[in-house]
């Protein structure tokens, strides 16, 4: 695909510590992306672009799907993406939006075609995975002894079973999808993909950031999570548990507003996810408000339903991390702080 647009070269993803990581989804090229510029401001070491990067979902039925096409050619030329990614080592998944299908799974008949599309916008390099197999998913690691990030990109569309459509659209924590049932099998990555997370997780690392496009943690409501799968998701948690995997921290996008969530029963360690949505596309609440507050038990503190983007920050040297979201003019907007220490098996 020699015309197909692309992104900056970005720089390579550092060798040595990392200790300041940005989150981003949710960002229509369509509309004003200058709120990267702020991403940039707060000098990340790395930038994880969590999904729904464009929007070009419109034309599913189109084989050369000519909408997503568009989006990418628009976000090619926005001056504030191109200055983050050039200047700043910018890793990529796609969600719904830039997989080709709204609330997509493995059944969409052109996600090859989307591959091809997402390899070539990334400069995805002729040796890449990405470029011999099906999916998007990868992992890589960085930093000294003691310091080790690994960071596990899955790809929760390419494989995914579909969805279960709700029976009671818009009733609150039913309002698109309903679970399917414990016991029926319905998978999120597929055989490939899990072997490949369990090697991975099976690798020494100080800190694991597992990207997932929807929410892995978040309960209550009834758009897009891991908890429509609950066989995947307790696979997912036993095999954390199972792997001895040590320092697992979740960054999510998708939802159109922010929020942290964790879950302490039935997992090895408290799990915590990260959702940091959106830069231009944020939930559309009442005027002078920021919250927004879905029935959950998962749920630290309010949602915050502003444009926002992801901040994790280790300090290594006092063993801490901290979960940040990041509001208009580098406010500090919802955080929580874990010690790394107890993010470990007992």
């Not at 979902?57 to 050369?64: F, L, R, V």
């Not at 090895?268 to 005027?287: C, G, H, K, Q, W």
Request: charged share 20%; glycine share 8%; with cysteine.
């Amino acid at each position: 695909m020699p015309a197909f647009p692309r992104a900056p070269r970005t720089p390579a993803i550092p060798k040595g510590r990392i200790s300041r990581i940005a989150l981003t989804s949710c960002s229509n090229p369509a509309k004003d992306l200058s709120f990267l510029g702020q991403v940039e401001a707060k000098n990340p070491d790395l930038v994880l672009m969590m999904g729904d990067n464009v929007y070009g979902s419109y034309t599913p039925k189109d084989p050369n799907l000519p909408s997503l096409r568009e989006a990418y050619a628009k976000l090619a030329e926005v001056p504030a993406f191109k200055s983050l990614v050039s200047k700043v080592s910018t890793q990529a998944v796609w969600d719904d939006h830039d997989y080709g299908i709204n609330d997509g799974g493995g059944d969409f008949a052109y996600k090859a075609q989307a591959q091809t599309m997402f390899n070539q916008f990334w400069n995805m390099p002729a040796n890449s995975p990405l470029r011999q197999r099906p999916g998007i998913y990868r992992a890589f690691q960085a930093g000294p002894k003691g310091e080790v990030l690994q960071v596990i990109m899955l790809d929760t569309r390419y494989f995914r079973a579909p969805l279960l459509v709700t029976d009671q659209r818009d009733v609150p924590g039913k309002e698109r999808y309903i679970p399917h049932p414990v016991g029926s099998g319905a998978d999120v990555l597929g055989e490939a993909q899990w072997a490949f997370l369990k090697a991975e997780l099976e690798k020494p690392a100080d800190v694991r950031l597992i990207v997932s496009s929807i929410q892995v943690v978040a309960d209550g409501h009834g758009y897009e999570r891991w908890g429509n799968f609950p066989d995947s998701q307790k696979r997912l948690y036993d095999l954390i548990a199972q792997t001895g995997a040590k320092g697992v921290v979740f960054a999510s996008g998708d939802r159109h507003y922010g929020s942290i969530n964790q879950i302490r029963d039935g997992v090895a360690y408290p799990l915590t996810d990260i959702t940091a949505s959106a830069i231009n596309m944020p939930f559309r609440v009442a005027e002078g408000t920021t919250s927004y507050n879905e029935p959950a038990t998962t749920r630290i503190g309010d949602g915050y339903a502003a444009v926002n983007f992801g901040l994790i920050e280790i300090n290594w040297a006092a063993g801490t991390l901290s979960l940040n979201l990041i509001g208009e003019g580098g406010t500090l907007a919802r955080s929580t702080s874990l010690d790394l220490k107890n993010l470990r098996r007992n």
